[in-house]
């Protein structure tokens, strides 16, 4: 994207849910090659520059959503940006429902297999005219990889949702990108399936309201402990990066 923001180590796309839509629905009416979707947030920023395969294909996706009130805040206070959060975790929703109302058929990849059956039931009960070309849980074999490819391409799928959680399912997507034959959309979902068949809780409604989202997950995974304790410090990092930038405003 032409205007993606700078955010310390990695890049957001200043989109709302309508327009992120909206340019999918582009990305669907071109069909030379897969697009990615990766969302944003302050987590990948200490891990994605960690290895330049992933740095690469990050910086290339086509669609970086702004996942969290981290990266909301973060871009108000480096670039004046007025941003929404784009969580993945409901994208997907608007994907289905475009892949319902367009016809567009959706192959889910991820997951354990009982969590990927009840995610697509449950996807089915809600979209009941979305076509579900196919799933296959996140557990296969390298060797098992060309077979899965092949199912992918047969199933007709346009859009290919990755479950693996990150970055092994941005890995994922940079090394079989260009086995897809069919697929023209790729949104890296990571343990939304989870959520969606009922295995995780959602944050409720309020905790939404008040982007606390995050913190609710905590709560109820207190392990995720050791992945947003880089919170802090992302925040501290962004507000040396606006300090330095204002001071050298002054000098000049
Ligand atoms: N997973 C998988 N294959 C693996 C490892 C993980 O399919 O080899 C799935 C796992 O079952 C879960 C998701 O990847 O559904 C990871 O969820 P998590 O919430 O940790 O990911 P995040 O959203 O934080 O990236």
């Not at 909301?72 to 994907?95: C, M, N, Q, W, Y």
């Not at 390298?142 to 959680?165: H, Q, T, V, Y």
Request: positive net charge.
């Amino acid at each position: 994207m032409k205007n993606r923001l700078d955010i310390l180590n990695i890049w957001v796309d200043p989109v709302n849910r309508e327009q992120a839509v909206r340019l999918v629905e582009k990305f669907l009416a071109q069909e030379a090659r897969p697009h990615s979707i990766f969302a944003s947030n302050p987590e990948k920023n200490f891990t994605v520059p960690k290895d330049l395969d992933l740095y690469k294909t990050f910086k290339e996706a086509d669609l970086l959503l702004p996942d969290g009130i981290g990266m909301v805040l973060a871009a108000r206070i480096l670039h004046k940006a007025g941003l929404t959060r784009v969580p993945g975790s409901e994208f997907i929703f608007d994907l289905c429902r475009l892949a319902e109302i367009k016809g567009y058929k959706i192959f889910l990849y991820g997951a354990k297999e009982e969590v990927s059956r009840a995610a697509a039931d449950k996807l089915q009960k809600q979209y009941p005219d979305l076509v579900i070309a196919g799933r296959e849980n996140g557990y296969l074999k390298e060797p098992e990889m060309p077979d899965l490819i092949g199912r992918i391409n047969e199933s007709g799928a346009e859009i290919l949702f990755i479950a693996l959680g990150s970055p092994m399912q941005e890995k994922w997507y940079a090394v079989h990108k260009n086995e897809l034959t069919h697929v023209r959309v790729c949104q890296a979902i990571g343990g939304t399936l989870d959520t969606i068949a009922g295995n995780v809780k959602r944050a409720p409604e309020l905790w939404c309201k008040f982007s606390l989202e995050w913190l609710y997950r905590l709560l109820s995974e207190p392990k995720r402990i050791k992945r947003q304790k880089v919170l802090p410090v992302f925040a501290i990092m962004i507000l040396v990066r606006k300090l330095k930038a204002m001071l050298s405003l002054e000098k000049k």
